[in-house]
């Protein structure tokens, strides 16, 4: 009986893991790509718009790979103090942080900002490739890495306050607050910018990142000091479960608390988002998206889809 009971705690607990800890929150992913292609001038935003499905359901791809992808994972955060704050001024680039530090330590502690800059140049190829399927797969990537890149959490080893006895704020910060009160953000961000130097604008919006990871701590922790325990959590039904939450209550006093930061980083997210697929268009030459033809999958890719389709969610991981 008591294993029985044991078995039956644990999954709870894994249930309300997999249901907060998303890496900016399955739902929050999707409506930074689906905003950015808003931001596009024509002709570019009436391509991305054919395809704004692909993009927005896209978009929540790269954390599903992380769990059938060996790799995947360090693409998402970066641990700063393994490599200090020195690394927001000096930034180096892959083949520099490659000849400093460990290629296993670089994995361990993340590559966000190198894979972001990689990815870049892969989606300006297939712009000048015409390849439209290639086109399309890489600017959903590319939006959901720029997505972590804008996240505090992705910054620091205490990615889920495990470090500080705050377990779950990485799910409260990226997905409980963006579901619970985005639709009343202002996403009106005007037109994409070409960006000149691709590295520098990952860079600082790294460095804007890691500036807002002791206030999101250090408020969270205040809260959870001034409220009772009983007020912290409620449940909710999800998927026919009932599944243990971070109350409305709670929710709310920590959203004020941190003072329009979820909708910063959003909004931040959405237009460097679209900048970059921008930038990448421009860098190609500007080829006229027209003339693009319509993607063609083939078996083994459908059946790929299929497959990252049955991740419904993640553990909590960076």
């Known amino acids: 009986m008591k294993k029985l009971d044991f078995w039956w705690i644990k ?3 894994s249930t309300f893991i997999l249901i907060l800890c998303t890496s900016w929150g399955f739902f929050a992913h999707k409506e930074i790509n689906k905003m950015a292609v808003f931001t596009l001038p024509h002709p570019l935003m009436s391509f991305y718009k054919r395809h704004i499905d692909f993009i927005t359901e896209q978009a929540v791809n790269p954390d599903k790979r992380r769990y059938i992808v060996s790799g995947e994972a360090p693409k998402h955060y970066m641990d700063i103090e393994y490599y ?5 001024i000096v930034r180096p680039d892959w083949n520099t942080a490659q000849a400093i530090y460990p290629e ?3 994995h361990a502690h993340g590559i966000l900002p190198w894979n972001l800059v990689r990815l870049t140049y892969r989606l300006t190829d297939a712009f000048k490739h015409r390849d439209a399927k290639s086109i399309l797969k890489l600017s959903a990537d590319l939006g959901h890495y720029v997505g972590d890149l804008h996240v505090p959490l992705h910054t620091t080893k205490n990615y889920n ?10 799910g409260l910060w990226e997905s409980r607050l963006p579901e619970l009160f985005s639709a009343d953000y202002n996403y009106y961000l005007g037109t994409a910018n070409y960006v000149t130097d691709i590295k520098k604008v990952v860079w ?12 999101v701590l250090a408020v969270e922790l205040k809260l959870q000091q001034q409220m009772k325990a009983d007020k912290i959590f409620s ?3 999800r998927n026919g479960q009932t599944v243990r939450v971070y109350s409305y209550d ?3 006093a920590y959203h004020k608390a941190l003072e329009d930061m979820v909708q910063k980083r959003m909004r931040a997210a959405i237009k460097c988002t679209g900048d970059l697929w921008y930038t990448c268009w421009v860098n190609a030459g500007r080829p006229d998206p027209a003339a693009f033809d319509e993607p063609v999958y083939s078996q083994e890719e459908l059946e790929e889809m299929e497959k990252l389709k049955s991740v419904s969610s993640e553990t909590c991981s960076h």
């Open 11 to 13: 999954a709870i607990l």
């Open 250 to 252: 709670f929710s709310n």
């Open 161 to 170: 306050g495990q470090l500080t006895g705050q377990q779950g704020i990485h």
């Open 84 to 88: 200090s704050d020195s690394i927001l």
């Open 235 to 237: 449940y909710e039904d």
């Open 104 to 106: 296993d330590s670089l």
């Open 204 to 215: 600082e919006s790294m460095t804007e990142s890691r500036a807002c990871v002791a206030q």
